[in-house]
């Protein structure tokens, strides 16, 4: 086709600076989309832009021109065709109580799974700890745990408690912000794992239950149950379920990754989870920033400074709320 | 490395058009990811000097606040930045690259905020080791995240339509007595050749002076033959002012 270019550019250049500035606008969000008439003549400009493109494509001799189109047209593209929503439409009180609660509930497969490997990982923790009481050193992360029984630390704990208070004090913020950090870290990694077909995630989820089992058996034995719950219930009724819930974005992102029972291809199985994930691990950031603050200020103080009875009905009903938040928020659907 | 590795990412429009979006390679990613990380700790170094009274009056507070920041700042600047400069941060803006929606779309901020939490992944064990790799071996250039996240990192580009005008500073052109030819010109001459021939006339000042010669003279001889303007048009003309004639004819709007 020969294409008489002057012309052609004198002709069109008006339309494709006019719609350079209102994809300007529309990027910016200045844009009045909802205006049928304005949205039906961006889409015209749009399409001109598209039209011209093509039949630049026959000539030849104009290559800034091509690329002045090609990048008009990619740009145009990108902003007519993403009917996603923007951060700007994000309402966080609908987040929270809707969305998340229901993404919840519609991958609960795979929080069942990363439950249940848990659960494993703690049994076989139970079972290492009383076959082989010695395996505390390599089991437990912590050094405090394992150079110690459990009564010689609740007596250390319990009788120390005014200086342990006065160092609390003065080091609460700190120690909290270093929970929250690490904690949050650990959690993604749980579901970033995930992208070795899930086993990254099963993996932590099981080592982490070993602990829990070793640690719970440990204590139970030694007769020091109260303590332990009260020690573990105030944060961990937070923090566990939030490392679970994390374990299930990993899970979901393995999921789609092997493709099993779906016929999609790998992409758009990743594409269709993503909004999912980041809903998850969305929640479990807020979480585990709550269970930072509860475990600086509440878990690490004993008796006789806070009964345990306190922070054991705190803990139980920090995890009764969690779940019943999880469970019944968002079940009713709002009528038209 | 992936043989079968692409260097643009062509989209098909249901307009029925292909348009081309080049990818960012390896190296630049990796300069990106450095000015981050530098931009980064500058701005953890910031916040420590602010806080450095803090730490005189409530020590424990200010660690809270300082760790807190740190951990906010290298693991949520990125993602806050790419959402708020549509796909930038700042070491992306300096090399000129930005993430998109594989798809050619815009980000979503759920993809923004995915593909930043597998960095996590990706800088295991260490210096971005299992990204840099998964990169080399992608066909799309795509570290785990922009897998997971269905994004991919494109040379940016916000061309302008040509104006030439300066650089041909409206000196006459012999060419025009021939409109005819100079379509034919227009028709015959390639994209790439057409670029080149631009490129050479506008950095023709800073090439060294027997370069410039030998260059246009090519280029000269090149466009001869392509379409022979007659003897007296083409009449005394050196071979740089024969080129810039071409270019003018190629890029000229009336």
Redesign the interface.
């Known amino acids: 086709m020969i294409l008489d270019l002057p012309r052609f550019v004198e002709k069109e250049r008006p339309f494709w600076e006019e719609l350079d500035r209102e994809l300007d606008r529309m990027a910016q969000g200045l844009a009045p989309l909802k205006d049928i008439t304005y949205s039906q003549k961006v889409l015209s400009l749009f399409h001109r832009a598209c039209s011209d493109l093509a039949r630049l494509g026959s000539s030849t001799a104009e290559p800034e021109l091509y690329a002045y189109l090609e990048s008009l047209v990619a740009r145009g593209y990108a902003e007519i065709h993403a009917a996603q929503p923007r951060l700007r439409g994000f309402r966080p009180i609908h987040w929270f109580f809707q969305t998340l609660p229901q993404t919840f509930r519609r991958q609960l497969w795979a929080f069942k799974i990363a439950l249940a490997v848990t659960v494993i990982g703690a049994v076989v923790g139970a079972i290492l700890i009383s076959v082989d009481p010695e395996a505390r050193e390599v089991v437990y992360p912590f050094s405090h745990l394992s150079e110690q029984t459990p009564s010689q630390r609740v007596q250390k704990e319990e009788s120390s408690y005014g200086i342990k208070k006065e160092m609390l004090e003065n080091s609460k913020t700190t120690f909290s912000a270093q929970l929250m950090g690490n904690n949050i870290k650990v959690s993604i990694n749980a579901m970033a794992l995930g992208l070795t077909w899930g086993l990254g995630t099963i993996v932590l989820l099981f080592y982490n239950g070993v602990i829990l089992g070793a640690v719970a058996l440990d204590y139970i034995v030694d007769g020091q149950t109260v303590f332990m719950l009260g020690w573990l219930l105030p944060h961990g009724s937070i923090e566990i379920p939030a490392i679970l819930i994390a374990g299930q974005a990993g899970l979901m992102l393995g999921r789609a990754v092997i493709g099993w029972g779906t016929r999609e291809g790998v992409r758009t199985r990743l594409r269709l989870i993503t909004p999912d994930l980041a809903t998850l691990i969305g929640f479990v950031a807020l979480m585990l920033v709550w269970a930072g603050f509860v475990e600086a200020f509440l878990s690490q103080y004993h008796e006789p400074v806070l009964p345990y009875w306190v922070k054991i009905t705190f803990g139980s009903a920090s995890l009764v709320t969690l779940f019943a938040f999880l469970f019944l928020s968002g079940t009713k659907t709002r009528s038209e | 490395m992936n043989h079968n590795r692409i260097t643009t990412l062509d989209?098909a429009?249901?307009?029925?058009?292909v348009?081309?979006?080049p990818l960012a390679g390896v190296v630049t990613r990796a300069i990106a990811t450095f000015i981050d990380f530098a931009v980064a700790m500058a701005a953890i170094s910031i916040v420590q000097n602010v806080l450095v009274f803090g730490f005189l009056i409530a020590?424990?507070?200010s660690?809270?606040?300082l760790?807190?920041m740190?951990?906010a700042i290298v693991?949520g600047y990125r993602a806050v930045s790419e959402?708020?400069w549509?796909g930038q941060t700042i070491g992306k803006r300096v090399v000129g690259i930005r993430v998109?929606?594989?798809r050619?779309?815009?980000l979503?901020?759920?993809?923004v905020?995915?593909r930043n939490?597998?960095r996590?992944?990706d800088a295991l064990p260490a210096f971005y080791a299992v990204g840099g790799t998964a990169c080399l071996f992608s066909r799309r250039c795509q570290r785990?995240g922009d897998?997971?996240?269905?994004t991919v990192v494109v040379i940016s580009?916000?061309?302008?339509?040509?104006d030439v005008d300066g650089v041909l500073g409206g000196k006459y052109n012999s060419f025009r007595q021939h409109p005819q030819l100079e379509?034919r010109?227009?028709?015959k001459?390639?994209?790439?050749q057409?670029?080149a021939a631009?490129a050479a006339i506008v950095r023709g000042d800073q090439l060294d002076p027997d370069a410039r010669v030998r260059l246009f003279g090519g280029m000269a001889a090149h466009f001869r033959t392509v379409v022979p303007f007659p003897e007296e048009t083409a009449f005394g003309l050196t071979d740089e002012q024969y080129v810039r004639n071409v270019v003018d004819t190629?890029?000229?709007?009336?």
């Open positions: 989209i429009t249901p307009e029925g058009v348009f081309s979006l020590p424990d507070i660690q809270g606040a760790l807190l740190q951990f693991e959402m708020l549509k998109m929606d594989e050619g779309l815009n979503r901020p759920s993809q905020l995915i939490l597998v996590l992944a785990l897998l997971a996240a269905g580009r916000k061309a302008s339509p040509p379509a010109l227009r028709q001459v390639s994209r790439d057409a670029s631009l190629l890029f000229r709007r009336k």
